[in-house]
């Protein structure tokens, strides 16, 4: 069983910082992709930041220059560094991490419960 849970959420003026992490546990043998996603009120779920095992990092446009993503293998974890936020940053935050699993030796994709960013004007 594989758990993953994320932190960090919560309300903050825009151009103030939020840093999200998102921690998995469980019957884990090692972890692929992790990612943070957004969906925001009445919109579908969008990618906001992908890494890779290897540490390769890729993001949504409109959160270059703004957003960091970042993971620390020893503790299976990946973080969100969210910075100059914007009102239009508001939304769930969901995590997603892939995972091959130590019974299966196979990739699953796991989701975290999704943790609420609020941006006042």
């Known amino acids: 069983q594989v758990h993953v849970v994320e932190s960090g959420g919560g309300l903050v003026q825009a151009g103030g910082s939020l840093r999200l992490s998102c921690a998995a546990s469980?019957?884990?043998?090692?972890?692929?992709?992790m990612g943070w996603y957004r969906q925001a009120p009445g919109q579908q779920r969008e990618l906001v930041a992908h890494?890779?095992?290897?540490?390769?990092?890729n993001y949504a446009d409109s959160m270059k220059g703004r957003f960091t993503i970042s993971r620390d293998n020893a503790k299976n974890t990946v973080y969100l560094q969210m910075n100059s936020l914007k009102p239009e940053d508001t939304g769930v935050y969901y995590c997603?991490?892939?995972?091959?699993?130590?019974?299966?030796?196979?990739?699953?994709?796991?989701w975290g419960q999704g943790t609420q960013v609020t941006v006042s004007s």
């Open positions: 997603n991490v892939r995972i091959v699993t130590s019974e299966l030796r196979k990739e699953f994709s796991y």
């Open positions: 469980g019957n884990i043998f090692s972890i692929n992709a």
């Open positions: 890494i890779t095992s290897g540490g390769s990092t």
